[in-house]
């Protein structure tokens, strides 16, 4: 389940609460602090087993704060996903080099289809 956090900024604290759980709120003066603690106090409100913090999915919204803010958060959700995507491809990449490797397929030929070196395919499908 992902939980949509509101964060706000007040003075120079972060405020975080939770949409889906309206028990599950807390502040902090970062936001490494403000990620920890809400995912604190989500584990606290759904009474989840210790440790199952960290596999929390979160989406922090920002509210009432320079668009800046707002622009930053979105450069480092477009980053995350970016890096995901890159192991996404990665991994289907190597399945599809020693596809081809078994198959019977030239390396220079592998390498070619795939957009890699010959000697990245060699890696790949080892």
Request: glycine letters at 4%; charged letters at 25%.
């Amino acid at each position: 389940m992902k939980y949509v956090i509101d964060v706000y900024r007040e003075d120079k604290q972060w405020l975080g609460e939770s949409r889906d759980l309206p028990a599950a709120h807390t502040f902090a003066k970062n936001l490494v602090l403000l990620d920890q603690y809400m995912r604190e106090a989500i584990a606290v409100a759904q009474n989840l087993p210790v440790g199952a913090e960290g596999s929390l999915d979160l989406e922090y919204v920002y509210r009432d704060v320079p668009q800046f803010v707002i622009d930053a958060a979105e450069i480092g959700r477009r980053r995350r996903q970016a890096e995901r995507d890159i192991a996404e491809a990665n991994l289907a990449a190597r399945q599809a080099a020693a596809t081809l490797k078994s198959a019977g397929y030239s390396v220079r030929d592998a390498a070619q289809l795939l957009e890699v070196s010959p000697g990245r395919i060699s890696q790949m499908a080892a």
